[in-house]
């Protein structure tokens, strides 16, 4: 693609050559400015082939590390919102029309034994992190969405209904490791992660790491208080 893009430039170069040299002036008055438009349009496309190309590559590269893994999922239960996110002044803004974001929480408490071909592929693949993943990276949405930035475009990624992890404890007992404030984990674990659950997220849903589907629970509609619904493990 960029390769074809600078074809484009020599053209249009070639073009402008010899337009200035033999159009007359008012001629050349049209093609300059169309010109500058043309190379601000190219620019724009290189950038989004670029950032499209990077994001492709770094979920592929972080998806390594449970690729094949086996998830069990202990239970699904709605929960208060973190005490951390609750105290943030996000939610003390007085200009706000609420206190909090749109949605609900809900707690997912789960096991996940990584595969050894994967984490061996990621160790390769990774000179930082590689072998290790991260649970904050987990995210719920609707089974059987296509994660792909080289088609989809960034933003339309980001757009597409998701639930996020906000905050994760490790129930095993075990310690991992700390890496900018989130937990890096190697080998298998256990750990209770909190989503935050935004409106028209429900019913059965994926848990996903990156391009990975790891298993399905099913999300309440409503918060029940002592409800725990199992969810059905799944092998990618």
Do not use: N
């Amino acid at each position: 693609m960029v390769k074809a893009y600078l074809i484009f430039v020599l053209l249009a170069m070639t073009a402008i050559i010899v337009a200035s040299r033999w159009l007359p002036w008012w001629a050349a008055l049209v093609l300059i400015p169309g010109s500058f438009l043309f190379f601000v349009w190219l620019a724009i496309a290189l950038i989004k082939h670029g950032a499209r190309k990077l994001l492709s590559a770094a979920l592929e590269d972080q998806s390594l590390v449970l690729r094949g893994a086996t998830v069990t999922i202990h239970g699904v239960a709605p929960c208060e919102i973190p005490e951390e996110f609750a105290e943030s002044e996000t939610f003390e803004d007085e200009d706000a029309d609420r206190s909090e974001p749109d949605g609900r929480y809900v707690c997912v408490e789960m096991t996940v034994h990584p595969d050894p071909g994967g984490v061996s592929a990621s160790r390769e693949k990774l000179e930082e992190g590689g072998g290790k993943w991260m649970p904050i990276i987990f995210t719920l949405m609707e089974p059987g969405t296509v994660l792909d930035p080289k088609t989809q475009g960034v933003m339309a990624m980001f757009s597409i209904p998701q639930a996020r992890a906000v905050t994760v404890d490790r129930t095993d007992g075990e310690s991992a490791v700390d890496f900018d404030g989130d937990m890096l984990i190697e080998g298998p674990a256990r750990v209770r992660v909190t989503f935050h659950v935004p409106d028209g997220v429900e019913g059965r849903v994926a848990v996903r790491y990156q391009l990975l589907e790891l298993a399905e629970i099913t999300v309440p509609a409503a918060p029940i208080e002592g409800r725990l619904i199992e969810g059905r493990a799944t092998r990618d």
